[in-house]
């Protein structure tokens, strides 16, 4: 299991470009991160050596010298404590100010707001 506290904002990324293609190979991953900025080949793939020794990424399979890597928790495992303790840390352990905040400020497509609301009518089914 992955714990998300003792993972850099550089390995996190990494980590969701695994969780997006299921299996990658280091130069794949290179690749996709040198389209967003410039980053040697070296430098993902120590990120990805230490995520291997996290027990965040696993060898899937080898062709040829070519290692692949597939994420070892999806990333629902990460993603539910990171936002609890963003939480915690900005809102001071409220969930309202938070959601106030992606209604009024973030720009959100009608199929966002539909889906909103979608949850929204089950969470209350939930409470009844």
Do not use: C
Not at 73 to 93: A, D, H
Not at 102 to 126: A, F, G, P, Q, V
Request: aromatic share 8%.
């Amino acid at each position: 299991m992955i714990d998300f506290m003792s993972l850099s904002d550089f390995e996190l990324e990494v980590m969701q470009l695994f969780w997006v293609h299921k299996e990658a190979s280091a130069p794949q991953i290179h690749k996709l991160i040198e389209q967003k900025r410039a980053v040697k080949y070296t430098t993902v793939k120590t990120i990805i050596d230490r995520l291997e020794k996290k027990h965040s990424l696993k060898r899937s399979r080898t062709e040829g010298r070519t290692i692949f890597y597939a994420p070892i928790s999806e990333k629902q495992t990460v993603s539910t404590p990171l936002i609890k303790e963003f939480i915690n840390k900005v809102f001071l352990g409220k969930s309202r100010p938070l959601a106030a905040h992606i209604l009024e400020e973030e720009e959100l497509t009608l199929e966002d707001i539909e889906y909103l609301e979608t949850l929204l009518k089950e969470r209350k089914k939930d409470l009844k």
